[in-house]
């Protein structure tokens, strides 16, 4: 039997730098997908996947992510006094229940890897997701849900999602070689950080959804800092696959990286563009706007 996914971890530490000034006093998972921060949008799609506990690592001038997973009383009371209903089902169905959120602190930015250490203790010995809040990931079923089909179908091990670039974006990412091709899954037989063109094993990059086993935490530990001084999960991966299997699942969707600003404006359009109440009025909005900038 398959050891059951039951916790998530979010690290949500980082300094938001490409998105400074907004993220001076804001953190950067708060910025929206046209109304939902994007930090709302990947608890939405743990909860879809079944997760029971969702782990925040916070940093400095992240206090508001912690009362956004809380209530708000006085707000809710309003709400209620002027009749809204809708809004206050919706702030309800957001929350996670009781006791199931846990927040701790990575007390400087050193790295990705090192915010998903500082989680260990409140993930104990078991498996855990990873969600990088700054990847939104617009799938259906979602991107996590499709990857715990691949996790029970193979027997466990680590999962990645992963995506496909053109060949010349390959040196900025995490790139893996795949064999054993099922459906739109397959084995991970190599993981290289940041290859040149002509050493990458393939153009399928990691792209912010993990399944791993908690054996990562003991590898993040014996870590130096690697590129950019900052301690990397993929180098941990790359030294947990000498002993432990990694599946990646090229995921149904689109990714969209909201930690940068093309991909931000970019989901936020296609978002839009998918609501019953906004899509008509925004694509006539957005028609004026090409029109009087010169078209496409
Ligand atoms: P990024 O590298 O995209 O985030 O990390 P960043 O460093 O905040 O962004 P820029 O490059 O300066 O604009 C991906 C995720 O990992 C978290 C971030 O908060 C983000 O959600 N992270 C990153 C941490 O929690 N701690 C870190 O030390 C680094």
Redesign the pocket.
């Known amino acids: 039997m398959t050891r059951p996914i039951r916790t998530a971890v979010f690290?949500?530490?980082?300094?938001?730098?490409?998105?400074l000034p907004a993220t001076k006093a804001m953190p950067?998972?708060m910025l929206t997908v046209v109304d939902r921060p994007v930090i709302q949008l990947a608890v939405d799609e743990a909860r879809e996947a079944g997760i029971e506990h969702f782990v925040f690592?916070t940093?400095r001038n992240k206090g508001v992510i912690e009362d956004h997973f809380d209530k708000q009383y006085e707000l809710e009371s309003t709400l209620r006094r002027r009749g809204k209903s809708a809004e206050l089902d919706l702030l309800e169905q957001d929350l996670p229940g009781a006791g199931q959120t846990s927040f701790t602190r990575?007390q400087e930015?050193?790295?990705?890897g090192?915010?998903v250490w500082c989680a260990r203790k409140l993930v104990g010995g078991e498996p855990f997701a990873l969600l990088?809040?700054?990847m939104v990931m617009h799938a259906k079923p979602g991107c996590l849900r499709q990857m715990m089909d691949v996790y029970e179908a193979r027997g466990g091990g680590n999962v990645i999602a992963v995506e496909e670039v053109p060949w010349e974006h390959v040196h900025r990412y995490g790139v893996v070689g795949a064999k054993d091709w099922k459906g739109n899954a397959f084995a991970i037989d190599q993981m290289v950080e940041k290859p040149k063109r002509e050493a990458a094993p393939s153009n399928l990059i990691i792209s912010g959804r993990y399944i791993l086993q908690p054996e990562i935490f003991a590898e993040i530990e014996r870590q130096e800092a690697g590129a950019g001084g900052?301690i990397q999960i993929t180098d941990a991966m790359i030294r947990l696959m000498a002993r432990d299997r990694f599946w990646g699942v090229k995921y149904e969707g689109t990714t969209y990286d909201c930690?940068d600003k093309v991909g931000f404006l970019s989901a936020n359009v296609a978002f839009a563009l998918e609501r019953d109440d906004l899509s008509d009025s925004f694509r006539e909005a957005l028609k004026k706007i090409l029109a009087t900038h010169g078209g496409l």
């Open positions: 690290p949500v530490a980082g300094l938001g730098t490409r998105f950067k998972e690592v940093g990575q930015p050193l790295g990705l090192h915010a990088l809040p700054d900052e930690g």
